[in-house]
């Protein structure tokens, strides 16, 4: 599957399938919460939550992916992620794009 965030892929001729779209919502357990809660305030990265978001992106993504192969598609284009917290410590991740074949 390609996976690109242009409205082509060099060299192809697109159908367009349609909106293809995958999501999660991740936490950390109270445990990391408490430790990057102390991290917060003397400052830096907070790495378990930049870990969350990694997972959070690759796990939207393959549901992304998923979708768009039980359409038949080769690619998905013009791919677009967002995210919102949805409480403290927890957040959703999207990911979306248009599925397409190759003609």
């Known amino acids: 599957m390609i996976l690109v965030n242009t409205d082509y892929i060099t060299g192809k001729e697109l159908e367009m399938l349609g909106i293809v779209k995958g999501s999660t919502i991740q936490s950390k357990n109270?445990?990391?919460d408490i430790t990057q809660g102390f991290k917060h305030i003397v400052g830096g990265e907070l790495k378990a939550y930049n870990e969350m978001m990694n997972e959070a992106r690759a796990l939207a993504t393959k549901r992304m992916v998923e979708e768009a192969e039980?359409?038949?598609?080769?690619?998905?284009?013009n791919?677009?992620?967002?995210?919102?917290?949805?409480?403290?410590?927890?957040?959703?991740?999207?990911?979306?794009?248009?599925?397409?074949?190759f003609k």
Do not use: C
Request: no cysteine; hydrophobic share 50%; glycine share 12%.
């Open 70 to 77: 039980n359409l038949g598609a080769d690619a998905v284009i």
């Open 79 to 101: 791919i677009r992620y967002a995210s919102s917290a949805i409480m403290q410590g927890a957040a959703e991740v999207i990911t979306y794009g248009t599925a397409v074949k």
């Open 30 to 32: 109270i445990g990391r």
